[in-house]
């Protein structure tokens, strides 16, 4: 008898996981940087959407062997609410700032959405315990 072979994560599940923990980093990063003269409402509407990618950052970390279909469906449903927030505040930007601000998250997450919407990623989530 041969001994069981551990499942290998897809190279889409962690191409996802990089870029998630990468946004979750450039989210501090842009926070940091556009706080200076905001009052408290406008750092809570720059920080609304950055919390959710930081929750998608968190899951992204049970991607290693504890996580199943669950957690990919949940990251990829709390993505599109992230992708249709940035699209709206990038097509209504008044300063370069939050262009640039919602551009970030949509250019890092429509690949996350895309890469775990591919077959293997799907069937690596659903495999057997």
């Known amino acids: 008898m041969s001994a069981p072979t551990a499942a290998v994560m897809p190279r889409q599940v ?3 996981r990089l870029l998630l923990l990468g946004m979750a980093f450039a989210g ?4 940091l940087a556009l706080q200076e003269g905001m009052t408290s409402y406008g ?3 720059l920080m609304a959407p950055w919390i959710l990618v930081w929750v998608c950052a968190l ?3 049970t991607y290693d062997g504890r996580a199943r279909g669950g957690t990919r469906v949940t990251t990829v449903v709390v993505m599109v609410f992230v992708l249709v927030s940035s699209f709206n505040q990038a097509l209504g930007a008044t300063a370069p700032s939050e262009f640039v601000d919602a551009a970030l998250r949509i250019v890092l997450g429509l690949p996350v959405v895309v ?3 591919l077959p293997e990623p799907t ?3 659903d495999r057997a315990k």
């Open 14 to 16: 962690r191409t996802a």
């Open 28 to 31: 501090m990063v842009v926070i």
């Open 43 to 45: 750092l809570g509407d």
């Open 59 to 61: 899951l992204a970390l």
């Open 115 to 117: 890469l775990l919407l």
């Open 123 to 125: 069937a690596w989530f």
